[in-house]
């Protein structure tokens, strides 16, 4: 492998040198602390790994708040213990046992490609992603249950209703952790699910009373 | 799972509208063709979902450029086409397959939880992570091949030579992956490895030559 | 002095930018009011400079409402004109006898850790706070007097007890203001004394005739 | 004083009631681990009492991340061992020591009744002041330096000049604490100085290069 591992590209170095400098710089004394005291995240977010959501700067991010878990799709699977290599399902677990966050936020967002690719491969118009040795197609049919709820209400816009469904779907899996259910039950955390429109900017949450998403 | 789901703390909605008014605003041009034309990221990162570490922010990262996926350790497994969910495979095949990114940063950090848990449950201290149940021990077993390495050097800081390790292993597993040895090959893209130091800002990087994480 | 004030860390530039864009906005018309007309706040709060306590959203503040004292423990000293500086009896007189405030409340809270301090002092554990030198050990010096009340009703909970105390010795201390006795004696102003649970969230308040705290 | 401590007033009843049931309600959580695990606010602030000045709303502060001490004026006395009572000295002894809070801001602001009434003391116009009884006129005397500095310079608005001397009195009488001092020194903790103007909600900060107030 190690000849294929490169320096750092300069413009990377430079950037870094910049925030050295400067944000590093007036930060100094809290980064300090909090590697000798450890974090102590209020909250935890699973959101995509698309690079148009700036998941720190929405939320005015503090170093030291959020614990932040990025995958395709924003997806979280079912509760399988089955002593397979789970990523999600551990940062989730590490998250609620052992941080013991307070928000659990699932942040989805629109033109997103993972739910596009769901899309159409549950439509049978991408037959590559249907291929067992595709690790983006296999990953996207967590969210093959909500395509399904989508087919049947029959939308205007039924990729948007499917980037809608990534977050429910994924809620309801975290409902599958028994530690999950456990922290809720006992009022110890909440859940959260948002959906950003890359584009205009704008938050809407999924509102359990209606059963929607509703702008902020 | 409905029932659980609540609004978004009112703490967060006042940031996020705060991000709107200036952030997204003077961005907003910007923004609009990101929707519309879709994301081009140059890089993709792996990093952890540690809250200390500001991926973004360190590199200076505008709108669009990094495609970043984050999880518990920084952690990559080897290929394993076996038809499971692998959130981590999934978000590396999409960005070397569809995104062709020019860059695979691997970016770990220092005061690192998880390889904390990992050197304790290989020492034989931590018997809650080696239950089959737990989700974290199973996936910081991927870094296992590190902890013998670290074990065989006998090192005076032994949990911060396996936070390199950690950067290593994952070089090392992405370099199983077919279409990543192909984009590496046809010199499409590059690896990279660095590790953060939280506490003094700094970064080391991993360098073939000498085959040690020498200071940017 | 100069080489060690820094410019302000830019995450709170940003949420300051939030702040002025949204709410400051929409409030613009009722703060040049406020600047121009002077502030008429109805209540005094003398409040615990405590990160957890906020005083203002409990009690839905509103820009101009209450003038906030924050020290630690939330005391008050008695009446002592000897021409040294006295931050807390200087709040109390520029709000009675300059702004004429209508209530005066004492607002204690739970989890402490002024009044545990003092706790800790009086009962001989914490040396340490009993030097002259220090600043916080003299200014808990002020709740003594609670202390030998709660060690002679011997309660369960000692430390909540004195908790309780601070608010009522505060109360008591305020009453050797010459000003404060006029202005309760004429009617123009009513005393209060509350106790937060920072944990539910709860507050008791001091119910005269049963000289208790009781739920609201 | 029993009879002179009556019940809240039900519009403050109804507007705690309303938080409850609201921001506490959706922030329960993160309430109980702040009571069970304790603060560990980041910065602590020193403002005035004044009703119009909206610390933590401005800074979109988080339940938790300061440690806000308010006096009349936002004033430190310089360092006085002298086994008196000292709120203000004491609040900074905790913050610095005991929270080893990172940032320590002094925050200023317009239309200050403190700054006015010490301008008019100091310029002979306000006797009542000036008499060795009043609190708020001997506590004002902190700032009789500034005044000095002010009347040399001779600006177009002595008040305002002076309400900035009212921030960079405090800044050098906090340099006088020992305890400060080291902090600076060892790099645990950074100096700021800001002045906010009511009326149009903007903030300028003290710059040590030129030694001005710029605006933010």
């Known amino acids: 492998m190690r000849e294929h591992v490169k320096p750092l590209p300069t413009y990377l170095v430079s950037r870094y040198q910049g925030w050295h400098a400067t944000s590093y710089a007036e930060n100094r004394a809290w980064y300090r602390r909090l590697a000798d005291e450890g974090q102590r995240p209020r909250s935890m977010i699973i959101a995509c790994c698309d ?7 929405m ?7 959020f614990f932040i878990h990025r995958n395709i799709a924003n997806l979280v699977p079912a509760f399988t213990p089955d002593g397979d290599h789970h990523g999600t399902s551990a940062a989730v677990e590490y998250a609620v046992q052992s941080l013991k966050v307070a928000h659990l936020i699932v942040l989805g967002h629109s033109n997103c490609g993972g739910v596009a690719g769901c899309h159409a491969m549950c439509a049978g118009q991408a037959p590559d992603l249907e291929e067992k040795s595709s690790f983006t197609g296999t990953w996207l049919n967590i969210l093959r ?14 990729v948007t209703e499917l980037e809608r469904e990534a977050v429910k779907v994924s809620l309801e899996n ?43």
């Open 51 to 57: 690079s148009r959501v700036h998941v720190s700067s």
């Open 59 to 65: 939320f005015g991010a503090d170093q030291g708040e």
């Open 145 to 158: 249950p909500g395509y399904e709820r989508v087919l049947e209400r029959a939308p205007a816009d039924p």
């Open 174 to 216: 975290l409902m599958t952790f028994p530690f999950v259910r456990e922290a809720l039950d006992a009022e110890r955390m909440t859940l959260h699910g948002l959906r950003h429109e890359i584009g205009e900017g704008t938050l809407e949450q999924y509102v359990s009373s209606s059963d929607q998403f509703e702008p902020l």
